[in-house]
């Protein structure tokens, strides 16, 4: 290999160095930042600590060297990078680049204007290009719900040639090569790209020895092209057509609005104004692109409903069919009717139990597998049961679906995974990329009425028919999680160790009419790789089937965040509003955890 002539003062090995002029690598001399330990999805901290000297730099070093050691070639086949478009998206784009020239990758990917939804990206790495062009990985630049701009998150986390999050052992690699880094590499002769329109740039060594290219790719087209292989867009344009059926689409400022735009303004023919807060901001206009009844507020109050998804009265304004919203990274959603909250439970139940209006399943023999995280309900459960699918039941954390989804082993009796997963958290998808998908979630949805709505000539089966009616039969699973945001981190903590402690006293204790039947702490056996997972949340399971989890948030800004989950599950009486038949768990809750006394409130800031 060409190794460059010059100065080499560190004690970095160069012998996949590219070459001179724009391709010539130099080294910077740095040294370890403490904290670089990427969380639940990446590493995420304020976006004036990702600018300060050598931060973005100390980790993208160690990822590169970890992607090496851990057996993938950096020069041969893609490297795809895009971002959520917050603050720093396009700087740390061109510093990733110019690094990897460095390092010795040869041809990269980037999303135009350096936007690429988190889902995208992980269709974009498994469906674009020949074989041998295929994407081997791709930093994704996002912090998700976080908010953005110079005062709020950044963030930064590498994805697979699976599409999925890197696994532990990776993350844990680049974690401790950061502890110990001593210098890194970078092209800086190399042309800051341009990043508003598709497009290849090639750079060549002056000594035409090599040469590396950057094209700006379409951050749509993969993404849509194979959204548009698992719907069945004509039946879902006909939906949308009915006078008597409208939509609206909030995106919050956030990565999703292109693709909002591309689905339902140009291959759906809708109005531009379903797609609402649809042209990114680098600060999502200073909110927080979170789909929740908290903070997609002004969707919430547009389909007539209140923080806590009940009905308000809007006199004789016309409330839309259908409402969504999405996050900053366009992975999560939120699905709502007329005056109708859905909760992400029950959406991933229905949609479980709807999946063969679906072709993508249909086409593939029938939905195989659901997966739930352990907070999420059970009502995808009732489901599992009555069609004969298999169950998982995981931590919180999408990477645990995407270990399950890559292993064809534990199927039953077939190679094929159809497989449908989600969470709580307001993340459901399939396993036609390995991240949760968000606009995927609405166009399985708009599917399913499409479906129940084929005649044009009834009246509509609205959101609200198709949720009691799987309440009727299936029966009802109430649940709400309360969150209590930036509180104290070593209270929280204590607050966890004191339930842990007191297990066995809580076991057949029966408080306010509940029996507690087990507490414990949720331990997961993984079936593919056999790992081990621990301490994934505080249960308390009732005699009666209902559940009050604790768990502290992997993915908080700063201090900790307490989500407590409540659960009840009714056979028949599927009419109560969900705060009400939940108050007395909710007391039940309070008063075990003590919330009061470690964190000196019981109101939370959040309710979903
Ligand atoms: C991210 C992950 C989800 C996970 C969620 C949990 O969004 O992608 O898979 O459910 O974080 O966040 P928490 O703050 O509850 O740890
Ligand atoms: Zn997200």
């Not at 020239?101 to 992980?122: C, D, H, I, Q, Y």
Request: charged content about 25%; hydrophobic content about 35%; glycine content about 10%.
């Amino acid at each position: 290999k060409f190794v460059p002539s010059g100065a080499i003062t560190g004690d970095i090995d160069l012998t996949d160095a590219v070459g001179q002029g724009p391709l010539k690598p130099e080294i910077v001399k740095t040294s370890p930042i403490a904290g670089q330990q990427p969380g639940t999805s990446g590493l995420r901290k304020k976006t004036k600590e990702f600018m300060s000297p050598n931060y973005l730099e100390n980790f993208v070093q160690s990822a590169y060297d970890s992607i090496k050691e851990n057996g993938t070639d950096l020069s041969e086949g893609s490297l795809l990078i895009g971002g959520d478009g917050r603050y720093y998206n396009s700087e740390a784009i061109q510093i990733i680049i110019k690094m990897g020239v460095a390092n010795g990758v040869k041809r990269f990917w980037v999303g135009e204007n350096g936007l690429m939804s988190t889902p995208a990206v992980s269709a974009t790495i498994r469906e674009r290009g020949p074989m041998w062009q295929k994407a081997y990985g791709s930093f994704i630049l996002t912090a998700s719900h976080n908010p953005g701009g110079p005062d709020e998150d950044f963030g930064i986390k590498y994805n697979c040639e699976n599409g999925g999050p890197a696994p532990d052992e990776l993350t844990d690699a680049i974690y401790a090569k950061t502890t110990t880094i001593k210098s890194y590499k970078i092209c800086k002769d190399f042309p800051t790209i341009d990043l508003s329109k598709p497009g290849i740039t090639t750079v060549k060594a002056e000594d035409g020895s090599s040469e590396v290219s950057v094209e700006v790719i379409s951050s749509t087209e993969s993404h849509v092209e194979l959204l548009k292989t698992i719907f069945d867009f004509a039946a879902i344009k006909a939906l949308l057509d009915r006078p008597d059926f409208n939509m609206i689409y909030d995106c919050m400022y956030g990565v999703n609005g292109p693709y909002a735009k591309e689905i339902f303004v140009k291959e759906l023919g809708q109005s531009e104004d379903v797609c609402m807060n649809a042209t990114p901001k680098d600060d999502f206009n200073g909110g927080h692109a979170d789909p929740n009844l908290t903070y997609a507020k002004e969707l919430v109050e547009i389909m007539g409903l209140n923080r806590k998804g009940e009905a308000i009265d809007t006199g004789d304004r016309k409330i839309p069919s259908f409402g969504a919203a999405a996050d900053g990274d366009g992975d999560r959603n939120m699905i709502l009717g007329t005056k109708f909250f859905v909760s992400p439970s029950d959406s991933l139940a229905i949609i479980a139990a709807n999946a063969n209006k679906i072709p993508f399943f249909k086409a593939q023999g029938g939905l195989k597998a659901v997966a739930r995280s352990m907070p999420t309900s059970g009502a995808v459960d009732r489901v599992a049961e009555d069609l004969n699918f298999d169950l998982f039941e995981t931590p919180t954390g999408w990477k645990y679906f995407g270990n399950l989804m890559d292993s064809k082993a534990i199927y039953k009796g077939t190679d094929y995974t159809p497989f449908i997963c989600g969470e709580e958290s307001f993340g459901t998808g399939s396993d036609h990329v390995r991240e949760k998908d968000g606009i995927w979630a609405v166009l399985a949805w708009l599917q399913i009425l499409a479906v129940e709505n084929s005649d044009p000539s009834k009246p509509l089966v609205t959101v609200e028919d198709i949720v009691k009616n799987h309440w009727k039969k299936y029966g009802r699973n109430y649940y709400c999680r309360w969150d209590f945001e930036g509180v104290d981190k070593t209270a929280a903590e204590s607050m966890v160790d004191m339930m842990r402690g007191k297990f066995s006293q809580y076991t057949g204790k029966v408080i306010d009419g509940y029996e507690i039947s087990t507490a414990d702490d949720f331990t997961y056996l993984d079936p593919v790789d056999r790992s081990l997972a621990k301490n994934k949340g505080i249960r308390f399971l009732m005699s009666d089937g209902s559940r009050i989890i604790f768990r502290l948030s992997g993915t908080a800004g700063s201090g900790a965040t307490i989500r407590m989950y409540i659960e009840a599950f009714e056979p028949e009486k599927i009419d109560a509003v969900a705060s009400d038949a939940l108050s007395g768990l909710v007391r039940v809750a309070l008063d075990i955890c003590d919330m009061k006394g470690f964190i000196g409130t019981e109101e939370p800031t959040v309710i979903t």
